[in-house]
């Protein structure tokens, strides 16, 4: 099985048709200045070892050392066998608040969008772990079920927003239920629930929910969003443009914010810890790094393909090829001479 490490370097062989081009067009070029400046016959009088020939000759050989240079920048790999690999880590379920709530500006760009760019990154870092991702406002649904497929997990994540679930409010305890539930049972691996959320205007019994959490060995880690003090709610146009801010029925502007208190029980009747987002910080990585303390169970196996690298044979006609190149003799030879004369 053949493969390429680092296929982004095959973009450049769009370059060897416009070099030829380019070449092609020198040679037009110098030709018609030629002609010019002298006929066909006082061509072989002033340049009498010139040979379009061996330039062209010249040229193929250092593009062909080219097309080589650029297949082994690419790294090609060969698959020589396929072996069956135990696959260890922490099951991890996210669970973020979409609510209308999560738009404000009190972290930049905004609450939801500092989430998402957080839960990016954490997907990056993992190595054999596997997360889910349920988002909640009024009710709670799973948009990304337990995986170690980050790309497909990431590809999913970047389609939220506070439009996925219709219903308004904040059903946090709806939400940590529906994750519990998610878990495999079967597999007995560490099992960490993260909240992200500004926990205001919660619904349902939170209490109720963590303790049924905490008695299957389930940690909660809760991460509060937003200031404290209370910021507007910015309403968007459809172009994405802020035209006004949200308002209740007496026309007063609606402000939201972080309900603190809330999150910081969570986390503490859920053995976990509690989080102050801020615009710089990275909660999720020190949230990461702690569960990577946590002892790693193996859930599964997976056949992989060991690859072995062979971009050195590469180099080889790549060398051969430019001494060539070299040692080849502009002028004519009297080989040459037969065929251009």
Do not use: C
Not at 319 to 331: A, K, M
Request: no cysteine; net charge negative; aromatic share 10%.
């Amino acid at each position: 099985m053949l493969r390429f490490a680092e296929p982004d370097y095959l973009y450049l062989l769009i370059s060897i048709p416009l070099f030829v081009l380019l070449y092609w067009y020198v040679i037009r070029k110098e030709k018609k200045y030629l002609w010019t400046f002298a006929g066909d016959k006082l061509h072989k009088v002033l340049f009498p070892d010139r040979s379009l020939v061996k330039s062209w000759i010249k040229f193929i050989l250092i593009l062909t050392a080219l097309l080589f240079a650029i297949l082994g920048l690419a790294n090609p790999q060969i698959g020589t066998k396929i072996e069956e690999v135990k696959q260890q880590g922490i099951d991890v379920y996210i669970v973020l608040d979409v609510s209308l709530s999560m738009v404000a500006e009190d972290i930049k760009p905004s609450r939801l969008d500092k989430a998402k760019n957080s839960i990016s990154r954490l997907i990056q870092k993992l190595r054999g772990d596997r997360i889910g991702l349920i988002i909640f406002s009024g009710d709670a649904y799973i948009q990304i079920p337990l995986t170690s497929d980050y790309s497909a997990a990431d590809l999913f994540l970047n389609a939220v927003d506070v439009s996925s679930v219709p219903q308004p409010g904040t059903a946090i305890a709806s939400a940590l239920n529906l994750a519990r539930t998610s878990f495999k049972k079967d597999e007995q691996t560490k099992k960490a629930i993260i909240i992200i959320t500004d926990g205001e205007d919660h619904e349902g019994d939170i209490e109720s929910a963590v303790k049924d959490a905490v008695s299957e060995g389930i940690q909660i880690y809760t991460i509060g969003m937003g200031s404290t003090s209370g910021v507007p709610i910015p309403v968007y146009n459809q172009s994405g443009i802020r035209v006004d801010y949200k308002k209740d029925r007496s026309g007063s502007i609606v402000l939201t914010k972080l309900d603190e208190e809330t999150l910081k029980t969570i986390a503490s009747d859920g053995n976990g810890k509690y989080y102050r987002s801020t615009t710089t910080s990275e909660e999720l990585g020190e949230i990461y790094d702690d569960l990577s303390k946590l002892e790693q169970t193996e859930y599964g196996s997976t056949r992989v393909t060991d690859y072995e690298d062979r971009f050195y044979y590469l180099l080889i006609p790549v060398i051969f090829l430019l001494f060539w190149e070299i040692f080849i003799p502009s002028g004519r030879s009297k080989f040459m001479r037969r065929f251009e004369d």
